[in-house]
């Protein structure tokens, strides 16, 4: 079974890091382009960044450009959102998604898989 | 970038009715459309990629269609379950994606 669990977030002060991780397990990791999700309270889904299987290319909304880190440790089924300069727009639940297409070197951008999210909330 | 607008933002319907959501694209997508469910407090599950191919064990009752700008999602006959956050999404703009801002179908 595909799971995906998050961790890593909590309130932080404008201006603070924070770096979020996301567990795979159940498929093989270094396969797939992954992604982060994130969903502000109450508001739409809004893609933040996604990675290629080697790490070799990732990208990111502009919003977060400069700002925002996503990599990936395939020997340890792992991914990461190293997340700097934070601003109370960056309030959001964060969820990792799994790109469909296995073993491409473009993603598909369907979202097969997602974790359950995790809570990061930015506040003085 | 490209936009996607989803209408109606919400609606309501009764078991049994037959509901339909739109979606349109700033630009052409092609069939880069996919459609996705959220419930309350859950991750959003994929229901339909390429406009119109069911992800594998979704019911029958949700078909999407469409090409180029618009695209719609169907629910033939909606059922409990299906009251909840449908989201599009495009997937054109390889390697950076856009969803639309959310339809919410809720109980009449």
């Known amino acids: 079974e595909v799971q995906l669990v998050e961790s890593g977030g909590g309130v932080v002060q404008p201006g603070g890091s924070l770096r979020l991780s996301c567990a795979a397990s159940?498929?093989?990791?270094?396969?797939?382009?992954m992604s982060w999700v994130r969903q502000a309270p109450g508001k739409g889904l809004e893609w933040v960044a996604n990675?290629?299987?080697?790490?070799?290319?990732?990208y990111y909304v502009d919003s977060v450009k400069g700002r925002f880190t996503m990599s990936r440790d395939n020997a340890k089924n792992s991914l990461f959102l190293e997340m700097n300069s934070l601003r109370a727009e960056d309030t959001a639940v964060y969820y990792c998604?799994?790109?469909?297409?296995?073993?491409?070197?473009?993603?598909?951008?369907?979202?097969?898989?997602w974790g359950q999210g995790t809570l990061v909330t930015v506040s003085s | 970038d490209i936009q996607m607008t989803q209408s109606p933002s919400s609606l309501s319907a009764s078991v049994g009715d037959r509901v339909t959501i739109s979606c349109r694209a700033s630009q052409s997508i092609d069939n880069y459309l996919n459609w996705y469910q959220q419930k309350p407090g859950k991750a959003p599950k994929l229901l339909i990629f390429a406009a119109s191919t069911l992800q594998s064990g979704v019911p029958s009752r949700f078909s999407g269609s469409g090409s180029g700008t618009d695209f719609t999602l169907t629910i033939s006959s909606l059922q409990v379950e299906d009251f909840a956050t449908y989201y599009c999404q495009q997937s054109y703009s390889s390697p950076v994606w856009t969803f639309g801002q959310g339809t919410q179908v809720e109980f009449k």
């Open positions: 159940g498929f093989t990791l270094r396969k797939y382009w």
């Open positions: 990675i290629k299987q080697d790490g070799s290319e990732r």
């Open positions: 998604a799994r790109d469909s297409s296995w073993d491409k070197t473009a993603p598909g951008g369907d979202f097969d898989n």
